[in-house]
């Protein structure tokens, strides 16, 4: 599932570049000793680095946990761009003074992803481009929610500083509108829609307000910040919906970025030494071994399940008949919500008994319904906080079955069965997201958390799955092993659409068919993840890419230390060092083993 974390997530004008471009890391590294003092001096560097870039992008800051300049909203203008891109020519010149051979290895990486994440922004703001034809990049909502919803300051303090910000809100949306250049019909319809999220949460802080003594003179503000703000939204609104009566879908600008496009965007956000090709590749060969495990399976079920019913001859049949039978097992739509809060704590148990990797309870998990301004993309999706407040609340998000038919309803909830839904909440809670997420904002480096990549955090929540369902969770059941591999299969087949859909230009139907009849997926499901690889590139193949990396390595290791290797240690080792790049964990992590 995506993550809109308040520590990745940028939420206007820069909201993909903390995914960035590899860079190099010196093979040499001199002693512990030698190193000590470059290293000081690097620390300093950093300071002014981060020190700048809060000034430059208080948005970035705000993602990071820091409120300072909560108050400021950034335009998306010309102005802005320009600015940020000096900005990181400036400090990526200041980076080329320093040594890096000097400094030790966990330095050398926090340079190395200084450096990304600057080439990254760079790339974004000058090649990519997405704030142009992509109007869901222009929404006020995340900032405003964040503001009332962080405890960062007493909630007057918060809602003043959110009174400030509204004032901007006009301005925002004018530069937004001035710089749609041909948009894509299918982001210009979802900005129709997640922009009304943006006037709920304006209500919340017309309510929150109201819940304070105001000054005269800020209830005024307030007032009619409230109301220019509105009429700004309404008037994007129409803005959007008459642009989308002028797209003709034969020639506007199509959803599909290319393959030119796309390599780059994945070197950009994957940070692997494979390429897009090579990882797609991979998906097609992981996706043979899966339909060989769940064959077995299948056979292996197919009297309990089916009973006398004749075991068709094709293994796809076969498996998706047995799937079919065991989906008929799910909770009630109105138990949705209940049931996952149920087990959270269960998750935890299992994980504190079988010694996997430690918790920190006293971080607050709340399971909510989707932000209006989120919906659209995913059925789930987790928010953590930025590393600057990790006690912050982490929101668990689930997109509710507002106005959707029966038949969807039912759908939705076959595909996130008895099964399916446990490793669900594997995935997005215990011990995926929100354990690493938790360790991340402990790690002594900010660098390594602020800049984190999405292939090594979602890698991370898919090795999950597998490594708890090692350790015996769900029994060992043939049952809980077929869906465990039907939800793995969707990690694979992510990589293959993308790929297939953005490069290879694959169809709807092809897509469906696709997913439906080789990934095993509901009706519902292929519907969605067909309007989702319309609205992203590259961050459906995060799953796989980063995932197989992490395995692979595990693996190496088991083999070089025998009996010497303990999972938990590998697991604590390896969320020690933020959210890099699995590549950079795994160099610094056999490193650390030479000691």
Request: aromatic share 10%; net charge positive; hydrophobic share 40%.
């Amino acid at each position: 599932m995506p993550i809109p974390f308040r520590s990745v997530i940028i939420a206007t004008l820069l909201s993909s570049l903390v995914l960035v471009a590899p860079v190099s890391m010196s093979a040499t590294a001199t002693p512990v000793a030698a190193n000590k003092k470059a290293d000081q001096g690097f620390a300093q560097v950093k300071t002014a680095f981060l020190a700048a870039l809060w000034q430059q992008d208080p948005d970035m800051a705000m993602a990071a946990g820091r409120y300072q300049d909560a108050n400021k909203l950034v335009l998306p203008n010309q102005a802005t761009r320009d600015a940020y891109v000096a900005f990181a020519d400036n400090w990526l010149a200041q980076l080329g003074k320093v040594n890096a051979d000097a400094l030790s290895a966990k330095e050398q990486t926090d340079l190395a992803l200084i450096r990304n994440y600057l080439n990254g922004a760079r790339w974004y703001l000058t090649q990519f481009r997405e704030f142009e034809w992509n109007p869901t990049q222009h929404n006020i909502a995340g900032s405003f929610d964040a503001i009332l919803n962080t405890d960062f300051a007493p909630k007057a303090k918060r809602v003043l500083a959110a009174i400030q910000r509204l004032q901007a809100v006009p301005a925002y949306y004018a530069a937004a509108k001035a710089i749609i250049k041909n948009p894509t019909p299918e982001h210009t319809r979802l900005a129709i829609k997640q922009s009304a999220g943006a006037i709920t949460v304006l209500a919340g802080l017309e309510k929150a307000a109201a819940q304070e003594k105001l000054a005269v003179k800020d209830k005024q503000a307030l007032e009619d910040g409230l109301k220019n703000a509105r009429a700004a939204i309404n008037d994007y609104v129409q803005f959007l919906v008459g642009l989308e009566k002028t797209l003709d879908p034969a020639t506007a600008r199509s959803f599909r970025i290319g393959k030119d496009l796309y390599e780059g965007k994945f070197s950009a956000d994957i940070q692997t030494s494979l390429t897009a090709e090579q990882i797609y590749q991979r998906a097609l060969t992981a996706r043979e071994e899966a339909h060989n495990n769940m064959e077995k399976l299948a056979d292996q079920l197919w009297d309990k399940i089916m009973g006398a019913q004749a075991k068709p001859a094709d293994r796809v049949k076969k498996i998706a008949m047995v799937i079919d039978k065991l989906s008929d097992k799910h909770v009630a739509a109105k138990d949705l919500y209940p049931e996952i809060r149920k087990q959270i704590p269960q998750l935890e148990k299992w994980i504190r008994d079988h010694d996997l990797v430690s918790l920190d309870l006293k971080k607050p998990l709340v399971v909510r319904e989707t932000p209006e301004y989120q919906r659209g993309i995913s059925v789930a999706s987790i928010e953590a906080p930025g590393i600057f407040r990790p006690n912050d609340k982490t929101y668990y998000n689930v997109t509710p079955f507002d106005g959707q038919p029966a038949e969807q309803i039912e759908s939705t909830l076959r595909e996130y069965n008895h099964w399916v839904l446990q490793i669900l909440n594997i995935h997005e809670a215990i011990p995926g997201h929100y354990t690493q997420l938790q360790h991340a904002n402990k790690s002594p480096s900010v660098i390594k958390t602020l800049f984190g990549n999405g292939a090594m955090i979602e890698g991370w929540a898919v090795y999950s799955e597998r490594m708890m369902l090692e350790s015996g969770y769900g029994d060992n059941t043939p049952e809980m092993w077929l869906m465990y591999y039907k939800w793995n299969l969707r990690a694979v087949c992510n990589t293959i659409l993308d790929y297939q859909v953005h490069v290879l230009g694959m169809t709807e139907s092809e897509a469906k068919d696709f997913l439906m009849n080789q990934a095993f997926q509901t009706k519902a499901e292929a519907d969605g993840k067909w309007l989702r690889v319309q609205y992203t590139s590259v961050q459906l193949t995060s799953y796989f890419s980063g995932y197989s990396e992490i395995l692979e390595f595990r693996e190496q290791l088991k083999k070089q230390q025998g009996d010497k290797f303990k999972l938990k240690q590998f697991h604590e080792q390896f969320l020690s060092y933020g959210s890099a790049p699995v590549g950079m964990i795994k160099k610094l992590m056999l490193k650390d083993a030479t000691k």
